[in-house]
């Protein structure tokens, strides 16, 4: 009896971590491999670049610090809105835009 307990606590244990390996591939490592592009894009940002905020908002990058970028949107010129850089969605760099 004890040893057909010990095989389905074995085979409980092997269940476990084969979920466990199932989660990783569908959802911890895309979400990774996201956020590595997601910094990538926001490391590349140069002033010029079009982009889309989290929110909708398409703007022009005018200015940049280490963590905030100033964006310009519309047509309006005086309407230029400092904002974090994890608040950038999409970046479309200064040349392709050109095109």
């Given amino acids: 009896m004890e040893a057909n307990g010990a095989a389905s606590m074995g085979m409980m244990i092997i ?3 084969v979920i466990f390996g ?5 959802m911890i490592r895309p979400q990774k491999k996201e956020q590595k592009r997601l910094q990538t ?3 590349s940002m140069e002033v010029g670049d079009s982009v889309v905020t989290t929110s909708g908002f398409y703007g022009v990058v005018i200015d940049m610090t ?3 970028v100033i964006v310009e949107f ?4 005086n309407c230029r809105i400092p904002m974090r850089k994890q608040a950038i969605a999409e970046v479309e760099k200064a040349e392709q ?3």
């Fill in 15 to 17: 269940w476990m971590v």
């Fill in 22 to 26: 199932i989660m990783y591939f569908l």
């Fill in 41 to 43: 894009m926001l490391n």
């Fill in 66 to 68: 280490e963590e905030d």
């Fill in 74 to 77: 519309g047509n309006n010129k």
């Fill in 97 to 99: 835009a050109a095109q």
